[in-house]
């Protein structure tokens, strides 16, 4: 498959430690086949995006890259039993983003002169343009040949090639609940972490979109006021959870009913977990229980054709990245099973 780059089952072995007793899922996973022939069985495929362009197009902080690296040991030995069996998981392996990655080392639109800075966003939000283009590619081609894509890492600007890649399997626009302390419906301003909605609702990926604890505190006017003129769009934020005393499954349900029962994605995005290590860390946000339950929740009752875990950023934030990484793992797991269950 074009800009896929799987594992192989050595390197996924070399992750995975046995003890005798036990089966772990990395005993278990599915890889493709060393033509690039995906394998009849599994139904989730995981996919990693170690990228953090879009973030720093965003003019945030870097570290979204290692999501991937840090997410997959602590998925791989988790065990293999009658929760969740191994044989059901395809890992895919991960988005190709080498080149781009290269081309685009050590820029920072933060630092230097007025040229510099802009000749660096310049060219971080082309590479998040070529970015959205390959994600679409895998994740359309995961769709067609039956699997639900969970994707992660990377920056949340990924969840519009996670959208497109979705909507042109489907042949029809998605809707999509994305938990989250930020709505990122920044303007059309070359593509960043902060606009992915944005593109994929002006560009027909999008057709119904919930966003579940966005800041009050973080939110632009302008964003206030595009949620509130556009139908298509509703927001809880999360100082209102605080004050009505709402449930993170209560804000689920809405937004799941907001969506309504087409086909969807869901987004789950790291910093809306307090103290998480994650680009726009969060001083206060959701338990990783509540998130995890949210996770689930939505999973089961949405029509999921994908979901993508963004913005953890292991060695920013007070955690150890092993937390992170069994944070991550344990989302997809929840994610993986409730698929699986439908």
Known sequence: ???????????????????????????RVRVPDRDGTLPIGPRVALLGVPEDIGVRANLGRAGARRMWRAFLPRFLNMQSNAFLDGASVLVA??????????????????????????????????????IDGRVATVVEGLRRAGFVPVVVGGGHGNAYGVLAGCARAAGRALGCVNVDLHADLRPREGRHSGNGFTYALEDGHLSRYAVIG???????????????RDPRVCAVTFESMLRGGVTAQAAAAAAAAHVGSGPA????????????PASAAAASGFTGAEFRAMA???????????????????????????????????????VATAVLSR
Do not use: F
């Open 265 to 276: 994605t869901l987004e789950l995005d790291l910093d809306a977990v307090a103290n998480a």
């Open 296 to 334: 689930a929740t939505l999973a089961r009752g949405l029509d999921l054709h994908a979901a993508h875990v963004a913005e953890g950023a292991p060695g920013l934030g007070p955690w150890p990245v092993e937390m992170l990484g069994k944070l991550c793992a344990e989302v997809v797991r929840d």
């Open 1 to 27: 498959m074009k800009h896929l780059r799987p594992p192989t089952a050595d390197e996924i072995r070399t992750l995975t430690g046995v003890r005798e007793g036990e089966v772990r899922l990395g005993e």
């Open 93 to 130: 392996g991960t988005v190709d983003l080498r080149d781009l990655r290269r081309a685009t080392k050590g820029l920072d639109p933060t630092v230097g002169g007025p040229r510099a800075r802009a000749d660096a966003l310049a060219t971080l939000r082309r590479a998040q343009g070529e």
């Open 214 to 228: 966005m800041s009050e505190a973080y939110a632009t006017q302008a964003i206030v006021e595009a949620v509130a």
